[in-house]
């Protein structure tokens, strides 16, 4: 499947300047979601935006969806070293079944240069 | 706050063991998941387990694939016999309801 794909997939920017990372996908959706790892080790949520919702935010986090593109957009303001690490957006398996199982893109991998 | 836990972190085996790998899933969630990210590679969705049962599974999740939960705590997952393919880190996730999913830190296996 490539449900889920990122854009860049490898994003270098300077601490304090803003990172918008992309993820496009193929089916129809009910919701979106955003996940951090950071190297090595779990996934952490960032955000969820719902397939009725356009833009969303979240302390430091922009997340915009438009599902007539199948696109969405993940900014981080501000960026901190901390914020080093993947991203990935992901999309559930709707098969309307029940306990849909999420697929992933790619990530891509931010580094905030000090 | 509640974490997904899971043991071990790294298990390394032998091609043709079984091994088992252990979750502690949210306690008052519902749904309950596995994933695996080979390395460099995209997570992906092994199974979904709910009410005792598996929900969904994906093309991965084949006969030397099982889960079970053996008590109310714990979610397992057992490779029968494992291949050299298998070595990935495998993510325990778990949800109250169907949307946001809760992810454990992984355990890393590595066949040998």
């Known amino acids: 499947s490539q449900q889920g794909e990122e854009d860049p997939q490898a994003l270098s920017i300077q601490e304090g300047e803003n990172a918008t990372m992309n993820c496009s996908y193929k089916t129809s959706i009910n919701n979106l979601q955003w996940y951090r790892q950071n190297s090595g080790r779990g996934l952490v949520h960032l955000i969820l935006i719902r397939s009725n919702e356009r833009e969303k935010h979240s302390g430091r986090l922009r997340v915009t969806l438009d599902t007539s593109k199948k696109s969405s957009s993940l900014l981080i303001t501000a960026s901190r070293a901390a914020d080093t690490a993947s991203y990935f957006c992901a999309t559930p398996e709707y098969s309307g079944g029940g306990a849909d199982g999420l697929t992933f893109g790619k990530g891509t991998h931010l580094i905030i240069q000090p | 706050e509640p974490e997904v836990t899971q043991t071990p972190s790294h298990q390394v085996t032998q091609m043709g063991q079984e091994v088992i790998l252990r979750c502690v899933p949210i306690s008052n969630h519902l749904y309950f998941y596995w994933y695996r990210q080979i390395l460099g590679q995209k997570v992906e969705f092994l199974v979904s387990?709910?009410?005792?049962?598996?929900?969904?599974k994906s093309e991965i999740f084949d006969d030397q694939f099982s889960v079970e939960r053996p008590d109310g705590s714990n979610f397992t997952l057992k490779i029968r016999s494992t291949k050299l393919e298998d070595s990935a880190m495998y993510f325990c996730a778990s949800t109250p309801g169907q949307e946001t999913q809760y992810f454990g830190p992984g355990t890393r296996l590595l066949v040998l």
């Open positions: 387990f709910y009410n005792n049962e598996i929900s969904e």
